[in-house]
C-alpha cells in the first residue's frame, strides 16, 4: 500500500487548509459555520448556488474561485440532500474526495457542519465522512514509474500530492476516536485490495503466506502450512490443484483472540486463494485470462477482514484461513477424469480442472470444522462466471444452510453496501454433482452452475450440534465483486476489497454483544 491519506479533525472555528469543501443540505441548507461563511464572502455560496441552479441534491458541487472574506483560494460547496443515512455519509464522504482531488494541493479541508445530519451526531457524521474520503483515495500505482497523467489512466484518480485532509467538525476529538475503528477497517480493506491488484508473477502462494506473516505485528497468530504438512493432512483435493504448478500450495491460519474467554468458540472465515487461475489442463480461453490474477480474491477478503478485526481489537474470536494454490497447466497437472481423494475421505473425479476453487475450499473448510469447531463457517470465493450471469456484479451470491445467518449477512450487505443475494441449494442440485465413478464429480453440467458448485462445497460441512443440526455455514460467491467491480464513490480500483466491510458489520452486529 502506498502511504496512507493523513486524516485529521479540528473544530469548526480553525481555518482552513487548501481547498475548502463545504456541505449544503437539501434546498440549499446551510448549518451555522457554513452560514458563517456565506456571511464572511458576502453572500458568495448562496450566490454561486443561485447562478448555478445547485440545490444541495446529494453529491452534486459548485466551485467557488477566490471568494473575498475566506483564506482559501477555492471552496467547493457539495450537497448532501436529505438525511443521509450511514452509506450515504460515507459516499458523501468519497465524493467529497474526488472533488478535492480533482483539484490540486497538498492538503484541503472539509467543513463538516451538516444542516440536515439524518439520525447521525457530529461526531459520527464526521468520522463516516473521513471513512468514505480514505476509502476513496486508495491508488495502486506501486508499478508506474512514470508520473500519471492528469487524472489517471483507468479512471483511477492521481493522488497528484494530496496528503493531508482535515475535517473540520463540532465535535472534533469525539471524531477523532470514532474514527479509530473505522481506519482500522479501512487498512484491512487497503490490504485486500493490495492483494488482489498484485500481479501474479509477484505473488504466488508462498509469497501470500510471507505477507501474512507480516500480520503479526498487528497481534494476529499466523501459521503456515507447506506441503509436507498438507499431505501429512491427506488434503489431497487442495493439493491436486496446486499439482501442476512450480509454486508449492499453502494453508495460512490467522487467528485473532479478542473474546473475553480465549475458549469461545470461534467464528471461522475460508477464504480461495488461487494466486492464478489458468483453468489447467481444462484451459482458458486468453482472452480476459490476466483478470484471473484476482482469483485469490476470498482470500484476500479473509485477510483484510483479520487485519481489520485485529486493529480495531474486536471482542471476538475468529479464525480466518486460506486456501493459497496456483492452477496450471504441466506435464505435473492434473487431468480431467482423475480421481483424488479428499482430506474427508470423500473422493471427488475431477471431470473440469478449471472448476479448482471448490476443491481447495473441500479441504480447508474440512480442516477448520476438525481443528476449530467454530459456531459458523463462512467462506469466500471467487467461485464461479455463472454467479456474474446469474447477479452481475451488484450483489454477490449467498448460499446458506442457516435462516438466521443468511438473514444477519443480508442485513450487513444493506447497512454496508456490499450486498449479497440468496441463491437456492436443495437435494435436486446436489444430485447434479453424483458421479459413477467416484463419491462425487467437480462440475454439475450446464445449468445453475454456482448452485453445483455451492452444493460441492455443502459436501464438506460435517459438524452438528446437540440436537444434530448441521453447523451454520455460508458460501459467498464472490467472481463479480471482488474484482474487476462497479465502481463506486468509496471503491475506484479495480481490486474492491469487497466483503471486509461486511464480514466486519455481521461480526460487530451480531456477535461482540455482551463481550464488552
Ligand atoms: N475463477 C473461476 C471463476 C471466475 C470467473 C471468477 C470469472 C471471476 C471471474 C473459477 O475457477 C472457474 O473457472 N469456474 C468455472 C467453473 C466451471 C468449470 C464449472 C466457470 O465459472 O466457468
Ligand atoms: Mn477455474
Ligand atoms: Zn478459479
Given at each position: 500500500?502506498?502511504?496512507?491519506?493523513?486524516?485529521?479533525?479540528?473544530?469548526?472555528?480553525?481555518?482552513p487548509v487548501?481547498?475548502?469543501?463545504?456541505?449544503?443540505?437539501?434546498?440549499?441548507?446551510?448549518g451555522?459555520?457554513?452560514?458563517?461563511?456565506?456571511?464572511?464572502?458576502?453572500?458568495?455560496?448562496?450566490?454561486?448556488?443561485?447562478?448555478?441552479?445547485?440545490?444541495?441534491?446529494?453529491?452534486?458541487?459548485?466551485?467557488?474561485?477566490?471568494?473575498?472574506?475566506?483564506?482559501?483560494?477555492?471552496?467547493?460547496?457539495?450537497?448532501?440532500?436529505?438525511?443521509?443515512?450511514?452509506?450515504?455519509?460515507?459516499?458523501?464522504?468519497?465524493?467529497?474526495?474526488?472533488?478535492?482531488?480533482?483539484?490540486?494541493?497538498?492538503?484541503?479541508?472539509?467543513?463538516?457542519?451538516?444542516?440536515d445530519?439524518?439520525?447521525?451526531?457530529?461526531?459520527?457524521f464526521?468520522?463516516d465522512?473521513?471513512?468514505?474520503?480514505?476509502?476513496?483515495?486508495?491508488?495502486?500505482?506501486?508499478?508506474?514509474?512514470?508520473?500519471?497523467?492528469?487524472?489517471?489512466?483507468?479512471?483511477?484518480?492521481?493522488?497528484?500530492?494530496?496528503?493531508?485532509?482535515?475535517?473540520?467538525?463540532?465535535?472534533?476529538?469525539?471524531?477523532?476516536?470514532?474514527?479509530?475503528?473505522?481506519?482500522?477497517?479501512?487498512?484491512?480493506?487497503?490490504?485486500?485490495?493490495?492483494?488482489?491488484?498484485?500481479?501474479a508473477?509477484?505473488?504466488?502462494?508462498?509469497?501470500?503466506?510471507d505477507?501474512?506473516?507480516?500480520?503479526?505485528?498487528?497481534?494476529?497468530?499466523?501459521?503456515?502450512?507447506?506441503?509436507d504438512?498438507?499431505?501429512?493432512?491427506k488434503?489431497g483435493?487442495?493439493?491436486?490443484?496446486g499439482?501442476?504448478?512450480?509454486?508449492?500450495?499453502?494453508?495460512?491460519?490467522?487467528?485473532?483472540?479478542?473474546?473475553?474467554?480465549?475458549?469461545a468458540?470461534?467464528?471461522?472465515?475460508?477464504?480461495?486463494?488461487?494466486?492464478?487461475?489458468?483453468?489447467?489442463?481444462?484451459?482458458?480461453?486468453?482472452?480476459?485470462?490476466?483478470?484471473?490474477?484476482?482469483?485469490?480474491?476470498?482470500?484476500?477478503?479473509?485477510?483484510?477482514?483479520?487485519?481489520?478485526?485485529?486493529?480495531?481489537?474486536?471482542?471476538?474470536?475468529?479464525?480466518?484461513?486460506?486456501?493459497?494454490?496456483?492452477?496450471?497447466?504441466?506435464g505435473?497437472?492434473?487431468?480431467?477424469?482423475?480421481?483424488?481423494?479428499?482430506?474427508?475421505?470423500?473422493?471427488?473425479?475431477?471431470?473440469?480442472?478449471?472448476?479448482?476453487?471448490r476443491?481447495?475450499?473441500?479441504?480447508?473448510?474440512?480442516?477448520?470444522?476438525?481443528?476449530?469447531?467454530?459456531?459458523?463457517?463462512v467462506?469466500?470465493?471467487?467461485?464461479?462466471?455463472?454467479?456474474?450471469?446469474a447477479?452481475?456484479?451488484?450483489?454477490?451470491?449467498?448460499?446458506?444452510?442457516?435462516?438466521?445467518?443468511?438473514?444477519?449477512?443480508?442485513?450487513?450487505?444493506?447497512?454496508?453496501?456490499?450486498?449479497?443475494?440468496?441463491?437456492?441449494?436443495?437435494?435436486?442440485?446436489?444430485?447434479?454433482i453424483?458421479?459413477?465413478?467416484?463419491?462425487?464429480?467437480?462440475?454439475?453440467?450446464?445449468?445453475?452452475?454456482?448452485?453445483?458448485?455451492?452444493?460441492?462445497?455443502?459436501?464438506?460441512?460435517?459438524?452438528?450440534?446437540?440436537?444434530n443440526?448441521?453447523?451454520?455455514?455460508?458460501?459467498?460467491?464472490?467472481?463479480?465483486?471482488?474484482?474487476?467491480?462497479?465502481?463506486?464513490?468509496?471503491?475506484?480500483?479495480?481490486?474492491?476489497?469487497?466483503?471486509?466491510?461486511?464480514?466486519?458489520?455481521l461480526?460487530?452486529?451480531?456477535?461482540?454483544?455482551?463481550?464488552?
Open positions: 500500500m502506498a502511504d496512507m491519506l493523513e486524516i485529521d479533525f479540528a473544530a469548526l472555528s480553525a481555518a487548501g481547498t475548502l469543501v463545504v456541505l449544503a443540505g437539501d434546498d440549499m441548507a446551510l451555522s459555520a457554513a452560514r458563517g461563511i456565506d456571511e464572511r464572502s458576502k453572500g458568495a455560496l448562496k450566490k454561486a448556488a443561485a447562478a448555478a441552479g445547485f440545490s444541495g441534491k446529494a453529491k452534486s458541487a459548485v466551485e467557488i474561485l477566490a471568494p473575498v472574506g475566506i483564506d482559501t483560494q477555492r471552496i467547493v460547496l457539495l450537497g448532501t440532500g436529505k438525511a443521509p443515512n450511514e452509506l450515504d455519509r460515507l459516499m458523501l464522504g468519497g465524493a467529497a474526495y474526488a472533488q478535492i482531488s480533482a483539484r490540486k494541493g497538498e492538503a484541503a479541508s472539509i467543513l463538516c457542519d451538516p444542516a445530519a439524518g439520525q447521525a451526531g457530529a461526531d459520527v464526521a468520522a465522512l473521513a471513512y468514505g474520503a480514505l476509502l476513496r483515495s486508495y491508488t495502486f500505482k506501486k508499478y508506474r514509474t512514470k508520473k500519471p497523467p492528469e487524472d489517471g489512466a483507468e479512471g483511477e484518480p492521481a493522488r497528484d500530492g494530496l496528503t493531508r485532509l482535515v475535517i473540520q467538525c463540532a465535535k472534533p476529538d469525539a471524531a477523532a476516536k470514532l474514527f479509530q475503528s473505522r481506519k482500522a477497517l479501512a487498512e484491512g480493506v487497503f490490504l485486500a485490495r493490495d492483494l488482489v491488484n498484485e500481479p508473477n509477484v505473488l504466488g502462494p508462498v509469497e501470500f503466506a505477507r501474512m506473516r507480516e500480520l503479526t505485528a498487528a497481534g494476529l497468530e499466523v501459521e503456515v502450512l507447506d506441503e504438512q498438507l499431505s501429512e493432512l488434503m483435493a487442495l493439493l491436486g490443484v499439482q501442476g504448478s512450480e509454486r508449492p500450495s499453502r494453508v495460512v491460519v490467522l487467528q485473532w483472540n479478542g473474546a473475553k474467554s480465549k475458549r468458540k470461534p467464528l471461522c472465515f475460508v477464504g480461495k486463494g488461487v494466486c492464478f487461475d489458468t483453468g489447467g489442463i481444462s484451459i482458458k480461453p486468453a482472452g480476459g485470462m490476466e483478470d484471473m490474477k484476482g482469483d485469490m480474491g476470498g482470500a484476500a477478503c479473509v485477510a483484510g477482514l483479520m487485519l481489520g478485526l485485529a486493529k480495531r481489537k474486536a471482542a471476538v474470536n475468529a479464525v480466518g484461513l486460506l486456501g493459497l494454490a496456483e492452477n496450471m497447466p504441466s505435473k497437472a492434473q487431468r480431467p477424469g482423475d480421481i483424488i481423494t479428499s482430506m474427508s475421505g470423500q473422493t471427488i473425479e475431477v471431470l473440469n480442472t478449471d472448476a479448482e476453487g476443491l481447495v475450499l473441500a479441504d480447508v473448510i474440512w480442516y477448520a470444522q476438525e481443528r476449530f469447531k467454530p459456531r459458523f463457517i467462506d469466500l470465493a471467487t467461485l464461479t462466471g455463472a454467479i456474474l450471469v447477479l452481475g456484479k451488484e450483489y454477490a451470491g449467498l448460499f446458506c444452510n442457516d435462516d438466521r445467518l443468511a438473514a444477519e449477512l443480508s442485513a450487513a450487505g444493506e447497512e454496508t453496501g456490499e450486498k449479497v443475494w440468496r441463491m437456492p441449494l436443495g437435494k435436486a442440485y446436489d444430485k447434479m453424483d458421479s459413477k465413478n467416484a463419491d462425487m464429480k467437480n462440475i454439475g453440467g450446464r445449468f445453475g452452475g454456482s448452485i453445483t458448485g455451492a452444493q460441492f462445497i455443502q459436501r464438506f460441512i460435517f459438524l452438528k450440534d446437540e440436537k443440526k448441521m453447523l451454520p455455514w455460508a458460501h459467498l460467491d464472490v467472481a463479480g465483486t471482488a474484482m474487476d467491480s462497479n465502481r463506486t464513490d468509496i471503491s475506484q480500483s479495480w481490486a474492491s476489497g469487497w466483503g471486509v466491510r461486511l464480514l466486519d458489520r461480526v460487530a452486529d451480531n456477535f461482540e454483544k455482551g463481550e464488552k
